[in-house]
Structures are given as C-alpha cells and as structure tokens.
C-alpha cells in the first residue's frame, strides 16, 4: 500500500465474487487503486470481508487483459488486432449472413452472472429485438435454474424469502448442500456469530465441510447423505414431521392449498419415505433422520440455506420443492428469523435470473408465451417478440454438433472450462461458424470464437448487482475502463452494428441508469427501483414499488407471492449415473475460499496464499486399497473422460466418495463430469459423478 501513495478519493462499490454482496470503498490515488476496505455501511457485509473481496482484484490490472478487440476468419488462423468499428461490423455481418441462410433461430447469447443486472438486460434485449428469438441464457443455467423453478412453483418467486439480519432470530439453521465458509464466507461468520449464541445446527452434506465443526461451533446433527440421495434425505424428514404429528396445521390452513396439502401428506406418509426404508439408499443412520427432523420441526424459527449441493443434480428442482414443502409444513415462511435461502455462488446470480435472461422468461420472471407479458416489451421495445421459447446453453451446444444452430455472442462466460462434457462443448462451439467472446481475458472458449470484444472489470463500469437477499446494490466506476468501453456500450455497440446491418433504428442508451429506468417501467418488483432511490436508501432489496417503496427485506409476509403456497409431490428417482465395478466411487465438487469458479480472477490476482492446484479429497480406507498415499498422483477417470490430480488422504468424505474443486485450467474437472442434468431446467448433474482412482506418475 505504501508504494501506491496516499489515498486522494474513495468511492463505494460492490464486491464481484459471491452473492453475499459486501460493499467496498475503493480507495484510490489518483488513478491508482491503493486497498479496497470493507465499508461499515454496506448493509450485506457491515464492515467485514472475506480474502477475495479484499485483496484479489489485482486481475484487473493482469497483464493477461486483452484491450484491443480481435478477430480472425477461421478458428485456425492466427488473431488480427483490429479497431473496434471493424470488429463490431464483422460480427454483425457474419451473425446477420447466418440469419439469412439458417434462419432468425440460428443463433443465440450466453452471458454470465458476472454481469451487471443493466448488462444483463441489455443482452437479453439484443437477443428479443435485435436478433428476434428467445435463445438467451445464462451462467445460472448450470447454478441455479432449479431454484428457479422449484421455488417458483411453491412460493411464487424465484428468490430467497429472507434477509441476511433476519438469521438474528433464527433458532434451527438447516443447511443443505452448502459450504458457507468456503462459498459465502461473511454470511458464514454471522451465521457462526448466531451459532455461538445458541442456536442449534443441522448439515446435510456428503462431506464434513467446516461449519460442521469449527471452533466453537459443532453440528447439532451432520447428515453425510449419498451423493443424489436429497431428495430421499429431505422427504424422510418430511415423513418423520407428517407421521409424528409435528406439523404446524394452523399455518399450513391459513397459509397454503389444503387440498394440495392432503394429497402431499398422503404421499409423504407413505412406509417407503420412512428413515428406516431410504437408511440403506442414503447411508445415513434412520436415527439421526428422525432426530434431525424432530429439532427441526420443535426447535423454534428454522431457516433453510442451501446451494449447489442441492441444485445440481438430475433432481434439482424437485430437491428444491421438497426444501419448500419441509419450510411450509413447519410454518417456516413469512417471519423473520424462518425462510427458504438459495445461497447464490456468483455475485449476481439473483440478477441474471431477475432481468429475463432465460430462454422462458422475459424480465421479472413473466413467461414469454404471455401476450399480455409480450406486449409491455413490444411496446418499450417497438419490435415483436417471438412467442416460442428459445434453447438453453445445452440444446444450443446440441443443435450446433447437428448443424442448425451457427452463431454465438458469449459474454463474459467460459463455457469450455465451466460447463459439463468438455468435449461435448468443444464440438459444439467448433461446429458454429462465429463466436464472438466478450470477455477481460482470451479464456478456453475463445479458442474457438472468430471475434473477441475486450470487456470491462468491475472496477471501470457502472450499474448493480442483486445479492442473495434480493438485495439491489451500486457498482460504481472507480477507473475509466482499460479497454475504452463499459461492458454495456460493448453490447450496445453490437446491437447498433446488427441494427445497422438490417437497416433499423439504434439504441441510444448515456448511461446504465437509463437501462435502469426502462428496467423499471417494464417490471413491476423493479417499478420503485432508480439510481436516484438506491444513493438515497444505500440499497434496496426486490420488490421494490408502489406497495413497497423502502423495498422488501422478508417476503412472504402476508400470503404468498402465488397466492396460497403450494405443496408439490417430490418422488425420488435415482440418477442415471450409476457407480459399477469399473467407477466404484462417487465423485462430488466444491470450492474453497481463496478462489473463485474457473480461477479467471483469483488465478491472476499476486497472493501467496492462492492454492495452485485442485486436489483430490479421497477416505484413506479408499486410498490404502488403490495403493494411494498423501500426495500421491492419481488418474481420476469417469465414462466421459478423465484427469490427473494429487490425492488427499482424509476422513472429511466418508468410504465411497471423493471430492475435488474446479479452479485450475490444468485439471479440467469437467472433463470428468457427464452430461446428466435435472430433469426440469437442464442444470448439470455436476455433484454426482461414478468414477475411479487409480496411481499415477502426474500429468
Ligand atoms: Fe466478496 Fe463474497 Fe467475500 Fe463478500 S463474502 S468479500 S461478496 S467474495
């Protein structure tokens, strides 16, 4: 800090990893940025940070930045350094000539839940108006889309019910499927702060992840579940809450659909939902399900936090409305201290999904077959929107290996490194015939683009993020952008040469908070939502309108947003991936603190505590018969292909399962994974993965 002078000026911002949200003041020197400091006002964080937030920003400023845009007629030539006029005109001509030969359906956006929530609008915009079909996705795709769905179909809408202070006045913390410490860390500490003060603690994880035991902070009930055995753990507790009698039916009659309640009491009461029937499925104790249902049910305010542990598998979304039907059953929703909390992996995971950049879904979680939802956007928009729902990340990457789907926009995303069956998304990206990669840096996937556009860090844009608790936060400009343009303009740019190209009006966006503003008029939970409102109130949490001016910290409150809340039969079916004598063990993943996703900042960021390599967590029952010792070499295989990482002898991952990270490009982990997914959204099975793990000399 010495060395980069004194501070002259700060500005406040928001952090760009994880959905906690914390808030920063960015002090600079002139143009130099000094530290970022935790701000004590920021109301997701209130003075604390974790290690990423604080000191990994240095990417930035990497000298790995490309800054000028780039192009190139074929993937085997060499890139051309080229003005931005040109670049952007060869895209537009290329993507325009697709259109015309293959169809307006031929080509499609990526973007990233990096993005700013005006971005991100703006990009589900260019895809509607611009290009006149409905294939826009995101990175949630393969986070958080049963969270979509499954919160959708039992509460109304796709958010957490609860915000970050309510956790004060929670008495049974339940979590699924997630590890605070690593993932969310600040949340982690207050939930740990809450912990010490009393409250009681249940985990359900394959793997003895921190919070089960840390100082002074031991689980209550730890339930190492079977990888893809949710669904099976969450309904037996179900069953005990239902057939014991401790339910809460006065809550259950005033609050949700009886009748749809009978019929889900039914099913659930059902033997084969016992603990004792699922004990052998799920590999945790019948006991221990009982009394784990029993704390919950009797223990006073419970609150839910779940991630990617639940999200991820081929049931996803029916793991989420199992969550949802165990929160109503209890009387779980609408007060502070209880709710249902998606703990978002990315910085604005909760935006993407908000601003209608799903192939379904138009902004405001409204599905684009309404005519009534259509016409507020035609109107805003002066264009028609087409009706048919357009294809996710994985039926795109399908239709181009079978030849009808030709042209990509992917911004700020690595789908090659982050997205299951690498090779299934090399052949799919191989087979288009231009992919323009926007993005800070020439990452996996622009190894097969023929454009690349520069993009903008956090610290050179302005806009918002939206936390895990709704909650809308400012990304201010601390610098001007390295590149020349803000990831907006970027984008408007490009729609303006598309426009060009068919000889139609461009846009004339000045500034984000005009995206903002026409946010706003479209979108009702936006409708009280403006630049002017979030530096009055420091941040406002969704909905934010009429009704709700000062924003909406517990949702829920007062009836559902679906009206009465609904109660979905949750059945589990086994995955498809079975373990067998050639892949005998179940492979899950995870992160850990110091580094974040694919490691395309945190990999870049000069800090000697960054950790250089993935490593493979293996039971030593496990390791001693494969003949694997601590820092052994290992040849981790599965049926869709395989990687080479050093084991970790421990007992954090019970007999019969391993776990790794996925931060390092030199693993691939998901060269590993398949190309299962939930059954209702299409999100990768990533957390369940049959392999085997045998010596090896290294890589
Ligand atoms: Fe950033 Fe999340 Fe760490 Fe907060 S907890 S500083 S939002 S990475």
Not at 50 to 66: E, L
Not at 174 to 191: C, E, K, M, Q, Y
Not at 423 to 431: D, I, N, S, W
Not at 630 to 659: H, I, N
Request: charged share 20%; net charge negative; glycine share 8%.
């Amino acid at each position: 800090v010495a060395a980069l002078g004194t501070p002259t000026r700060s500005v406040i911002t928001t952090c760009a990893y994880c959905g906690v949200g914390c808030s920063f003041k960015a002090e600079m020197n002139g143009d130099t940025l000094v530290r970022m400091v935790p701000w004590k006002n920021g109301k997701a964080n209130r003075g604390h940070s974790c290690v990423k937030g604080r000191f990994a920003y240095g990417y930035a400023a990497h000298k790995d930045r490309i800054l000028s845009p780039m192009i190139r007629d074929s993937i085997d030539e060499p890139w051309r350094e080229v003005a931005w006029d040109e670049a952007l005109a060869f895209a537009a001509r290329r993507m325009h000539a697709i259109q015309e030969r293959h169809g307006r359906r031929s080509v499609g956006v990526i973007t990233s839940s990096r993005c700013t929530n005006e971005e991100t609008y703006l990009v589900q915009k260019l895809t509607r108006a611009v290009f006149g079909n409905n294939n826009t996705d995101t990175c949630a795709r393969v986070c958080h889309s049963p969270t979509g769905y499954g919160l959708g179909k039992t509460f109304g809408t796709s958010a957490g019910t609860q915000d970050f202070d309510s956790v004060e006045q929670t008495d049974v913390v339940l979590i699924i499927g997630a590890n605070p410490t690593d993932g969310h860390p600040v949340f982690a500490s207050r939930l740990k702060k809450r912990l010490r003060a009393g409250a009681r603690l249940i985990v359900v994880d394959p793997r003895r992840t921190d919070i089960v035991r840390s100082a002074h902070v031991e689980a209550d009930h730890h339930l190492p579940l079977r990888p893809g055995t949710n669904v099976a753990v969450v309904s037996a507790m179900a069953h005990v809450i239902v057939t014991e009698g401790l339910m809460d039916e006065a809550y259950i009659r005033d609050r949700c659909d009886w009748d749809e309640f009978q019929h889900y009491a039914e099913f659930i009461a059902d033997p084969r939902h016992a603990p004792e029937a699922v004990e052998a499925l799920t590999g945790v104790p019948a006991a221990d399900l009982r009394a784990a249902a029993r704390l919950f049910a009797t223990g006073g305010n419970g609150a839910i936090y779940y991630g990617l542990g639940v999200t991820e598998h081929s049931q996803g979304s029916t793991t989420v409305m199992a969550i949802a039907n165990l929160a109503m059953l209890t009387g779980n929703i609408g007060r502070p201290g209880v709710g249902v909390n998606p703990l978002r992996g990315q910085n604005n995971v909760q935006g993407a999904c908000d601003m209608g950049s799903f192939p379904h879904e138009l902004p405001g979680y409204r599905h684009v077959k309404l005519p009534d939802v259509r016409a507020i956007f035609e109107a805003a928009w002066g264009v028609k929107i087409d009706p048919e729902p357009g294809l996710r990340i994985p039926n795109m990457l399908d239709a181009a290996v079978e030849g009808t789907f030709k042209g990509l926009y992917c911004q700020g995303e690595d789908i090659l490194q982050s997205d299951p069956d690498t090779h299934h998304v090399a052949a799919g990206l191989k087979a288009m015939e231009c992919v323009i990669v926007h993005d800070l840096f020439l990452n996996e996937t622009a190894n097969y683009a023929h454009v690349f556009l520069p993009g903008s860090s956090f610290l050179e844009k302005d806009g918002t993020f939206t936390n895990a608790e709704r909650r809308i936060n400012r990304v201010r400009r601390v610098m001007a952008p390295r590149n020349g343009y803000e990831d907006w303009e970027v984008t408007q740019m490009l729609a303006n040469a598309l426009l060009k190209e068919t000889g139609r009006a461009g846009w004339h966006y000045t500034h984000p908070s005009q995206i903002m503003d026409e946010i706003a008029a479209t979108t009702p939970s936006f409708a009280g939502v403006s630049y002017e409102r979030l530096e009055e109130l420091g941040s406002v949490q969704w909905p934010c309108n009429e009704a709700a001016p000062q924003g909406t910290p517990l949702m829920h409150v007062d009836g559902f947003q679906a009206g009465r809340g609904h109660f979905m039969i949750t059945e589990y079916v086994a995955t498809d991936e079975r373990t067998g004598p050639r892949f005998p063990l179940l492979l899950t993943t995870g992160r850990i603190l110091s580094q974040y996703n694919v490691g395309a900042q945190t990999r870049r960021t000069e800090n000697s505590i960054w950790h250089d390599q993935d490593v493979l967590e293996i039971h030593p029952h496990d390791a001693e018969v494969r003949g694997v010792n601590e820092g052994d070499w290992v040849r981790l295989a599965s049926r869709a292909g395989e990687t080479t990482l050093r084991a970790v002898l421990t007992d954090r991952v019970s007999p019969g399962v391993v776990y790794t990270t996925f931060h390092h490009p030199m693993t691939q982990a998901n060269v590993v994974t398949t190309d299962f997914s939930d059954w209702a959204t299409n999100c990768p099975e990533y957390k369940v993965t049959a392999v085997q793990v045998s010596p090896s000399n290294g890589p």
